[in-house]
């Protein structure tokens, strides 16, 4: 059989429309993927996102969404010898992202108590609940419509001792730029994450260096940011 | 073979390729919303399993109602529930805060052979004043029933804006309604406020 290949103008056209028509109907079949499931225990819910490691309302991932960097204060209440780590964590989830995500600095006039007054804010706290006394620190968010609002951190300092960079005594001291740098995770709407790469493990031992994310934190974060 | 007419039938085959792509998405976007809402804002059930249905008959018969003192959860249903199950769970979730990246919550519940004491109980009840205390008392043993507080701290206002979010009920039957559920069939969310001073 003869076969005649001959690539005219029109020709080229009519194969670059097909192959855009396939292209088309593939980006549309893929588009319908929700992430749904029906059975008994589940019954009715659709449409909702995958969590990617953040924080959920109403099946949608919360977060500060096209607004970042998300603007924190360091209160008075923070010793100033810890903001050189505190700015350091910051940094650190600033380049997992290469942009500014979060932009910390000091405001010795805020004086706020911690709450919903949308600013956000780190608050070293020389007071904590007894019950609770092995919690390290609690960031609150809070947010309307799935866009975060308001992030508060509070630092235990009631219960426990801190080190930075360079200090000689870490023995039963808690790493301050690994614990603000979870925090800040909570802060930009990560939950805990229990594997062991990840630096939003919901627990930090003492004299432990946690402060390089991890491939599931960078790839969390990408689902909003 | 021309080259045009190569062209053509792949064209044709390209057309078949995309209709069946579309009819494969098309169904399985049906199957998804099953239970989706029809124009008339009536909800379809004929897609359901004979037990999704039965779950949606249930929930069917669910009520809300708050007043200043109490919440009351009602449904026809309780006495049926608790013959097969021991205890009933209401899960009211705070709304729009997260502490630690989860939701705070208080858990209240209901031992179904207190329930079964009277035959004619059809309304779970939770205090105001309770709901308000386990924020610092975190356990507390009330007749019949016990209320459990999560992420709510004594240093953090109670916050205002909650929802009844998960109906466990345990026992030899057990499974959970959650708040997707209860909205679907019934379009509406159990929400309520509580004022509190600190």
């Known amino acids: 059989m003869k076969v005649l290949i001959t690539f005219d103008l029109k020709s080229t056209r009519i194969l670059l429309f097909a192959i855009g028509i396939g292209l088309l109907s593939l980006l549309v079949s893929c588009g319908n993927n929700f992430g749904l499931k029906i059975g008994d225990q589940d019954v009715y819910a659709f449409g909702s996102e995958e969590p990617c490691n953040f924080i959920t309302s109403n099946g949608f991932r919360v977060s500060w969404k096209s607004d970042p960097p998300v603007n924190i204060i360091i209160t008075s209440s923070v010793p100033s010898e810890y903001d050189s780590e505190i700015l350091k964590a910051a940094d650190i989830w600033n380049s997992v992202k290469g942009q500014q995500l979060v932009h910390i600095y000091r405001d010795n006039s805020f004086k706020n108590d911690p709450g919903y007054d949308k600013v956000n804010a780190i608050y070293w706290m020389p007071d904590w609940d007894t019950d609770l006394s092995n919690q390290q620190a609690r960031t609150s968010v809070r947010w309307d419509s799935s866009k975060l609002q308001d992030a508060d951190i509070r630092i235990n300092a009631k219960n426990f001792t801190f080190f930075k960079e360079g200090d000689e005594s870490t023995a039963g001291k808690v790493h301050l730029q690994s614990l603000v740098l979870h925090e800040l995770g909570h802060a930009v709407g990560l939950v805990h994450i229990e594997e062991t790469a990840s630096v939003m493990q919901a627990y930090l031992k003492s004299q432990t260096i946690r402060n390089k994310p991890g491939a599931v934190d960078t790839s969390s974060l990408s689902c909003e940011y | ?198």
């Not at chain 2, 008339?40 to 004979?50: H, K, R, V, Y």
């Not at chain 2, 009351?72 to 705070?94: G, M, P, R």
């Not at chain 2, 466990?168 to 929400?191: A, M, Q, V, Y």
């Open chain 2, 1 to 198: 073979m021309n080259i045009k007419k190569m062209l053509l039938i792949f064209m044709l085959l390209d057309f078949g390729f995309i209709g069946l792509v579309l009819m494969t998405s098309n169904s399985q976007f049906k199957n998804k919303r099953s239970t989706a809402s029809d124009s008339n804002g009536a909800t379809q059930t004929s897609d359901l399993t004979e037990g999704q249905k039965n779950k949606w008959a249930l929930v069917e018969t669910f009520q809300f109602q708050m007043t200043p003192d109490w919440i009351y959860f009602t449904t026809d249903k309780l006495q049926t529930i608790c013959d097969t199950s021991t205890l009933i769970e209401l899960k009211f979730s705070a709304q729009n805060i997260a502490i630690a990246g989860v939701q705070p919550s208080i858990k209240h519940i209901y031992s179904c052979d207190e329930i079964k004491k009277d035959l004619s109980t059809k309304t779970l009840s939770t205090n105001i004043s309770d709901f308000k205390k386990v924020r610092t008392e975190k356990v507390m043993i009330l007749v019949g029933s016990e209320l459990r507080s999560s992420q709510l701290y004594s240093d953090e206002e109670l916050p205002n804006d909650w929802r009844l979010t998960d109906i466990k009920i345990s026992g030899p039957s057990t499974f959970t309604i959650n708040e997707f559920e209860i909205e679907k069939t019934l379009l509406k969310h159990f929400d309520f406020e509580i004022i509190s001073a600190r």
